[in-house]
């Protein structure tokens, strides 16, 4: 982490030197968020972060300092969801500072819908839409344990005997995979990360999604379908309350608990939260033409 994060630093730190940019906006909660923010606040050059607020309320996760490192910097907080307001409130930011716009994520999903309709994926692995279900498991606390990442293919193999299975293996899951002898289920087609609008296509076509990620949960509440989340916590609680994701303890018995009860059609039907409207980045555009108005 600090190495990649010092050396987006130094060249962000050459662009806005060559560049002269009068307002820098950063995104997410990855290391290249905090470093932008951290090069572009030390020149003096007014800067926003994009999906500020949102908290797992879990230090143990990289993404979460970056959040909270961020958010403490930054001039301008513009938020998904209004469970990021009241962080941002509680941590003492002055509220005209905070801005609910929306998502910018769910504008990407909208532009790239028409694209994943003709995407030929589908066809490609030979699939229906409704008969498989989608899975994707990065993080560490997940696949770096070759326990947890043995009981967790375990479990795609009991979910497997009913609905076939499509996996995207992230780099380092597949490593750990091979490095610990770890087999595949019968049923569980293991492919190569995909692009965006071919996991868009493979998205909107699931039975239902199985994941670990954090923009995959506010995706699928988005697009209406089912969700279950292998995590301890959430910083998309919204995701939740009113959409269609369900947060289950990476463990076999709720797991497999959470899946069963979508594949036998108890799952969740949720509702898209206010402003996930495919408009975000024109309320950011709105905010920034008041101030240099």
């Known amino acids: 982490h600090a190495e990649q994060t010092a050396r987006v630093m130094m060249g962000f730190d050459d662009v806005c030197r060559e560049g002269k940019p009068d307002y820098v906006i950063v995104v997410g909660d990855v290391n290249s968020t905090i470093a932008c923010a951290l090069t572009s606040v030390k020149l003096g050059i007014r800067t926003a972060h994009v999906e500020s607020g949102l908290r797992s309320f879990d230090r143990a996760m990289p993404e979460e300092i970056n959040r909270l490192a961020t958010d403490a910097i930054v001039d301008d907080l513009f938020v998904t969801e209004p469970s990021g307001v009241a962080n941002l409130l509680h941590d003492g930011v002055d509220a005209s500072r905070i801005h609910h716009v929306g998502n910018t994520m769910i504008d990407s999903l909208h532009f790239a819908l028409p694209m994943a309709e003709r995407s030929t994926i589908l066809n490609d692995l030979e699939l229906q839409r409704g008969a498989y279900a989608l899975v994707t498991l990065h993080r560490p606390s997940n696949v770096d344990v070759p326990a947890r990442l043995a009981m967790l293919?375990?479990?795609?193999?009991?979910?497997?005997?009913?609905?076939r299975i499509v996996f995207p293996v992230h780099p380092r899951t597949r490593k750990n995979l091979s490095a610990w002898a770890i087999p595949t289920p019968a049923n569980v087609t293991l492919i190569d990360p995909v692009g965006y609008i071919d996991f868009l296509a493979l998205m909107r076509s699931a039975s239902?999604?199985?994941t670990d990620s954090g923009g995959i949960q506010e995706e699928t509440t988005a697009l209406g379908i089912?969700?279950?989340?292998?995590?301890?916590?959430?910083?998309?609680p919204i995701t939740v309350d009113l959409g269609t994701n369900v947060l289950v303890d990476p463990e076999p018995e709720p797991m497999l608990a959470a899946v069963h009860a979508i594949l036998d059609g108890g799952g969740k039907q949720g509702s898209v939260p206010e402003l996930w409207d495919g408009r975000a980045s024109e309320r950011i555009v709105d905010v920034l033409v008041r101030h240099y108005s």
């Open 208 to 210: 239902l999604t199985l």
């Open 226 to 236: 089912p969700c279950v989340t292998a995590r301890t916590t959430t910083e998309r």
């Open 153 to 163: 293919m375990t479990v795609l193999g009991d979910i497997a005997r009913r609905q």
